[in-house]
């Protein structure tokens, strides 16, 4: 409760225990000391369902705290398929995109990149080209030395804070973008003050390939198909992914 999936799992890989179990409830009670946190099933049994939630300390009373309804559809999934959270990470592969849906492969491509900023530092959150979908950059791959002042220094869009644009990719353009986020800082001090991304130092730079990352620990994570999460402090906090939100959106 009060967190997400992603955020619970980077505890459980981090801590190599179980998160809370106040954090997480099942609907069977054995797994939840007991009580019942399940109740009022409603539907037709065959292509829709209701659950209702109590996410109090009782045992099933209310009901009322969380209603989830649930129902089959032949509908096709408006996911973004340039978004992949699957083996390539949050790595936004644009070279066979449609965007309009005329079966016929973009040339020109508008990312919208809207930045909303909740964290406690200033962050600074952005997209750059990589060579490929596995993100290295100028032929160095994630993690290897000199990889973070390359990144950042293809960088196509980004803000300190909260902020919304849009980057025009054409033609021949390289079409692989790449989330980052820099704790604390910008681009210019990163490179001016901790351009070897030094956790002594600072500011840090973090990526969405986590062996990028000085700590090894995700601190970008996909919320939704065009929703990133990121998470700005060292050793992943409290690993709930809202220090900042980011958007992204394409237009042709």
């Given at each position: 409760?009060?967190?997400?999936?992603?955020?619970?799992?980077?505890?459980?890989?981090?801590?190599?225990?179980?998160?809370?179990?106040?954090?997480?409830?099942?609907?069977?009670?054995?797994?939840?000391?007991?009580l019942?946190?399940?109740?009022?099933?409603?539907?037709?049994?065959?292509?829709?369902?209701?659950?209702?939630?109590?996410?109090?300390?009782?045992?099933?009373?209310?009901?009322?705290?969380?209603?989830?309804?649930?129902?089959?559809?032949?509908?096709?999934?408006?996911?973004?398929?340039s978004?992949?959270?699957?083996?390539?990470?949050?790595?936004?592969d644009?070279?066979?995109?449609?965007?309009?849906?005329?079966?016929?492969?973009?040339?020109?491509?508008?990312?919208?990149?809207?930045?909303?900023?909740?964290?406690?530092?200033?962050?600074?959150v952005?997209?750059?080209e990589a060579?490929?979908?596995?993100?290295a950059?100028?032929?160095?791959?994630?993690?290897?030395?000199?990889?973070?002042?390359?990144?950042?220094?293809?960088?196509?869009?980004?803000?300190?804070?909260s902020?919304?644009?849009?980057?025009?990719?054409?033609?021949?353009?390289?079409?692989?973008?790449?989330?980052?986020?820099?704790?604390?800082?910008?681009?210019?001090?990163?490179?001016?003050?901790?351009?070897?991304?030094?956790?002594?130092?600072?500011?840090?730079?973090?990526?969405?390939?986590?062996?990028?990352?000085?700590?090894?620990?995700?601190?970008?994570?996909?919320?939704?198909?065009?929703?990133?999460?990121?998470?700005?402090?060292?050793?992943?906090?409290?690993?709930?992914?809202?220090?900042?939100?980011?958007?992204i959106?394409?237009?042709?």
């Open positions: 409760m009060n967190n997400s999936t992603e955020g619970i799992l980077s505890r459980i890989t981090l801590d190599s225990q179980n998160a809370p179990k106040s954090e997480v409830v099942f609907a069977t009670p054995s797994a939840n000391n007991g019942n946190p399940v109740g009022n099933v409603s539907g037709n049994g065959s292509s829709q369902l209701g659950l209702s939630f109590d996410l109090s300390d009782e045992n099933g009373e209310n009901f009322n705290d969380l209603g989830l309804a649930i129902e089959v559809t032949e509908e096709e999934s408006a996911l973004n398929p978004l992949d959270d699957g083996e390539l990470g949050e790595t936004l644009l070279r066979n995109i449609d965007v309009n849906g005329d079966d016929i492969v973009d040339d020109n491509i508008v990312v919208q990149f809207t930045v909303n900023a909740d964290g406690v530092y200033d962050n600074f952005g997209l750059y060579d490929d979908e596995r993100g950059v100028a032929g160095i791959a994630p993690g290897a030395d000199g990889y973070a002042a390359e990144a950042i220094r293809r960088r196509v869009i980004g803000f300190q804070g902020g919304s644009g849009s980057v025009t990719l054409s033609g021949n353009d390289r079409k692989i973008l790449v989330p980052f986020m820099i704790a604390d800082g910008t681009p210019e001090s990163f490179l001016a003050d901790n351009v070897n991304n030094d956790p002594t130092l600072g500011p840090i730079a973090y990526f969405e390939d986590r062996f990028a990352n000085p700590d090894g620990v995700d601190h970008i994570i996909g919320i939704d198909s065009n929703t990133l999460g990121f998470e700005e402090f060292y050793n992943g906090g409290d690993h709930d992914f809202n220090d900042a939100v980011a958007m959106n394409y237009l042709t």
